[in-house]
C-alpha cells in the first residue's frame, strides 16, 4: 500500500514538472497571462474530473452536509485556486527558480501544523533530512548560488503564499477525500476554483495566438498537468501522510531540471549533481524512516 502512495506522489510530481515545461513555452512563446492559464485549466479539468466521478463504481454518492460543502469551498478557493494563482503570479515577479524554491518549502507548514495538531511527533533525524532537501532542491535551481536569485519582494511573498497554500491543499481536505472520494474532491475543487476565477479573466478572452501548437499544450496542461497531477497528489493521501506526500513531489524541481536542459539547452553544473545527490539520498532517507514512524489514525487517513 505505502510502494502505491509513493509512486502516486512521485508521479503526480513528474506530471508538474512536464506541466511546468509547457506554461514556460506559452509564458515565452505566445505570452500567455498566468491568470487565463490558471482559469482555464482549473475549470476544464474540474469539468472533465467531475464527469469522470459520475462514472466511478463503488463510490459512495453522498450529499454534502452544510459543514463539508463549507470546508470544499475553502479547498476550492484556498486550496486549488491559491496554490495555482501564487505560483504563476511567484514565478511572474521573480522568476521559476524562486518560486519552485519557496513553494518547496511547503513540506515545513505542513510539518509545523501535523506537531502543533499532535498528529505527529517531533523527530530530528527527519527534521534535517528535511533541511538536506530543500539544501539539494536551492542547488539544483539556484545552482548552489544566491547571486542567481533576483527577488522581488512580491515574487516573495507570492511564492511563500504558495507554500502555505501547497500545505492547506495537502492537509485540509483527508476527511473530505475519505467521505466523498478523491476524483470527485477533486473535481469539483478545479471546477468551483475555475468558477470562481472567471470574472477576472474568461476563459473566452485568452488574448494571445491560438495555433494548433498551442492549443494542443493548453490541452495537455489541462489532462496532464492538472486534472492527473492533483488527482494522484490527492489519492496518495490515502497510503502514506500528508508531510511525506508532498516532499515526495521533489520529482518536479528535478525533471523540470533535466527537461530544461533536454529542450532549452540548459547545463549541468557539478553543484547541480551534488544537488540531485542530496535531494535522492534523502529523500529515500525519509521514506525508510516514515516505514518506522508509527502514526495516529488521524494522519494515515484510510
Given at each position: ?8 506522489a ?28 490558471a ?6 479539468a ?10 466511478q463504481?463503488?463510490?459512495p ?5 452544510s ?7 475553502l ?6 485556486l491559491?496554490?495555482?494563482y501564487?505560483?504563476?503570479?511567484a ?32 523527530k ?15 542547488l539544483?535551481?539556484a ?19 504558495s507554500?502555505?497554500?501547497l500545505?492547506f491543499y ?6 473530505l ?5 478523491e ?7 478545479m471546477?468551483i476554483?475555475?468558477l470562481?476565477f472567471q ?6 478572452r485568452?488574448e494571445?495566438?491560438?495555433d494548433s501548437y ?12 492538472t ?14 501522510e ?8 521533489v ?6 531540471t ?24 534523502s ?5 525508510r524512516l ?13
Amino acid at each position: 500500500m505505502k510502494v502505491r502512495g509513493v509512486l502516486l506522489a512521485c508521479s503526480a510530481g513528474a506530471l508538474w514538472a512536464l506541466s511546468g515545461i509547457m506554461c514556460q513555452i506559452l509564458f515565452e512563446k505566445y505570452f500567455v497571462s498566468p491568470e487565463w492559464l490558471a482559469s482555464v485549466r482549473l475549470l476544464i479539468a474540474g469539468l472533465l474530473l467531475t464527469g469522470l466521478s459520475f462514472f466511478q463504481r463503488n463510490v459512495p454518492r453522498r450529499k454534502f452536509s452544510s459543514k463539508d460543502l463549507f470546508s470544499l469551498v475553502l479547498f476550492s478557493l484556498i486550496g486549488m485556486l491559491g496554490v495555482q494563482y501564487t505560483y504563476f503570479k511567484a514565478i511572474q515577479y521573480s522568476g521559476a527558480a524562486i518560486a519552485t524554491i519557496l513553494q518547496f518549502t511547503g513540506p515545513i507548514f505542513i510539518f509545523i501544523f501535523l506537531v502543533l495538531n499532535k498528529e505527529k511527533k517531533i523527530k530530528w533525524l527527519e527534521v534535517l533530512l528535511m533541511l538536506a532537501t530543500f539544501v539539494g532542491v536551492f542547488l539544483i535551481v539556484a545552482e548552489g548560488s544566491i547571486r542567481t536569485l533576483n527577488i522581488s519582494t512580491m515574487g516573495f511573498i507570492m511564492g511563500i503564499a504558495s507554500a502555505v497554500t501547497l500545505a492547506f491543499y495537502t492537509l485540509q481536505p483527508r476527511k473530505l477525500l475519505v467521505k466523498y472520494g478523491e476524483m470527485r474532491i477533486a473535481g469539483l475543487g478545479m471546477l468551483i476554483g475555475g468558477l470562481a476565477f472567471q470574472p477576472i479573466r474568461p476563459i473566452w478572452r485568452p488574448e494571445f495566438q491560438m495555433d494548433s501548437y498551442s492549443l494542443g499544450l493548453v490541452i495537455s496542461i489541462i489532462v496532464f498537468g492538472t486534472a492527473l497531477p492533483f488527482l494522484f497528489q490527492l489519492s496518495s493521501l490515502r497510503f502514506i501522510e500528508a508531510s511525506l506526500a508532498s516532499v515526495l513531489t521533489v520529482v518536479e524541481p528535478i525533471l523540470a531540471t533535466i527537461l530544461s536542459v533536454v529542450l532549452f539547452n540548459s547545463h549541468f553544473a557539478r553543484v547541480q549533481l551534488l544537488g540531485f545527490l542530496i535531494v535522492i539520498v534523502s529523500v529515500i532517507l525519509l521514506t525508510r524512516l516514515s516505514d518506522k514512524n508509527v502514526l495516529p489514525e488521524e494522519e494515515r487517513i484510510s
